[in-house]
């Protein structure tokens, strides 16, 4: 049987960069607001935040893997931020966007509350590709902090 070796990526092996993002998936804090993470979070969304960041583990395993949080947990902030801030109305569609994404992924009738829901336009859609990346930065600062 013919071993293969492990390609090297920026001095790392394939085996550690998946290692760490595993270690992410089941030890990233959940960052509720800046300075508080894992305070308050319904035990549902605690589930489908773990199932979600193992979704996009799996998706994209053979791919460049993109360094975002996932939407619950983008959704779980906003919500957040919005009882100190009122939204504005963009931020207002992607809080209903991602309310719907949730809704459907736990499988929860919505409609009769919020009737149709259109996609999202491309500024919302970059604010929330930027507030998930912060997200996951932010996930990746405590774990480094945890690690020294």
């Avoid at 919020?114 to 930027?130: F, Y």
Wanted: proline content about 3%.
């Amino acid at each position: 049987m013919q071993q293969q070796k492990l390609k090297l990526i920026n001095g790392k092996n394939e085996f550690e960069r998946h290692a760490r993002r595993l270690v992410h998936c089941i030890f990233a804090p959940i960052i509720v607001l800046p300075q508080y993470v894992d305070d308050g979070v319904p035990e549902g969304m605690r589930t489908q935040i773990i199932i979600e960041r193992f979704l996009h583990l799996g998706s994209d395993f053979h791919k460049e893997f993109v360094e975002e949080g996932t939407n619950t947990e983008a959704l779980l902030y906003v919500s957040k931020v919005s009882l100190m801030h009122p939204l504005d109305n963009d931020w207002y569609n992607i809080f209903v966007h991602l309310f719907k994404k949730y809704c459907d992924a736990v499988k929860v009738d919505y409609s009769f509350q919020l009737g149709e829901i259109g996609e999202l336009d491309p500024v919302e859609q970059w604010e929330l590709t930027k507030l998930k990346r912060w997200i996951f930065k932010v996930q990746k600062e405590h774990l480094k902090r945890k690690e020294n």
